[in-house]
Nanobody, 123 residues
Framework: QVQLVESGGGLVQAGGSLRLSCAAS????????MGWFRQAPGKERDFVAD????????YYADSVKGRFTLSRDNATNTVYLQMNSLKPEDPAAYYCAVRRGYVFGVSREYDYWGPGTQVTVSS
């Protein structure tokens, strides 16, 4: 079993940056691809980004491509989501999760969700 805890959320002005972290417990962290999703109030949980086991491959939603960068450090069991050029449409609770399935971007393929961290963007 893997436990995840996100951190790094907060309030930032539009155009600013935040770096979210997802710390994982367990010795098998490097055995899993990892993903980030976000959910705004009253909306469905949307895919943000995914990273392969070794970090070689990353995948992004079109809405964040070119602005967000996902990376991982398997030595410290941590995944990082660098968010630049934040827009008014980016505020949401951001969640990391373990991808136990084969298809990235589909929430049912992910397991062991963290409690989330809130991102707020002021215009």
């Amino acid at each position: 079993q893997v436990q995840l805890v996100e951190s790094g959320g907060g309030l930032v002005q539009a155009g600013g940056s935040l770096r979210l972290s997802c710390a994982a417990s367990g010795r098998t962290f490097s055995s899993y691809a990892m993903g980030w999703f976000r959910q705004a109030p009253g909306k469905e949980r949307d895919f943000v980004a995914d990273i392969s086991l070794s970090g070689t491959y990353t995948y992004y939603a079109d809405s964040v491509k070119g602005r967000f960068t996902l990376s991982r450090d398997n030595a410290t069991n941590t995944v990082y989501l660098q968010m630049n050029s934040l827009k008014p449409e980016d505020p949401a609770a951001y969640y990391c999760a373990v991808r136990r399935g084969y298809v990235f971007g589909v929430s049912r393929e992910y397991d062991y969700w963290g409690p989330g961290t809130q991102v707020t963007v002021s215009s």
